[in-house]
């Protein structure tokens, strides 16, 4: 399992995705971005999931970016326009 953070433009991105992960059974956490990421609302989310299986969380128009998680780095994969 990889270790992803979820960026979004708005908070709405972050409660649709979080409702979505909880209906599916998963695992995930909310907090704070991580001061040295800058995202839209303040808020991200991190899944643990199979590598490229993130691409079933994105919500499109609503995540802004999605990081892989390296110990204490990330790594941008991808980047979404906002809606």
């Known amino acids: ?3 992803y953070l979820f960026l979004f433009h708005n908070t ?3 409660v649709k995705t979080r409702r979505a992960l909880q209906a599916a059974g998963k695992d995930f956490r909310v907090t704070d971005i991580p001061r040295q990421l800058r995202g ?3 808020l991200c989310i991190w899944i643990a999931c199979p590598e490229e299986g993130y691409q079933d969380w ?3 128009g609503l995540t802004e ?3 892989r998680v390296q ?4 790594d941008c994969i991808a980047t979404y326009p906002p809606a």
């Open 58 to 60: 994105v919500m499109a």
């Open 65 to 67: 970016s999605v990081y």
């Open 1 to 3: 399992m990889t270790e």
């Open 12 to 14: 709405l991105g972050v």
């Open 71 to 74: 110990g204490e780095q990330w």
């Open 40 to 42: 839209g609302c303040g």
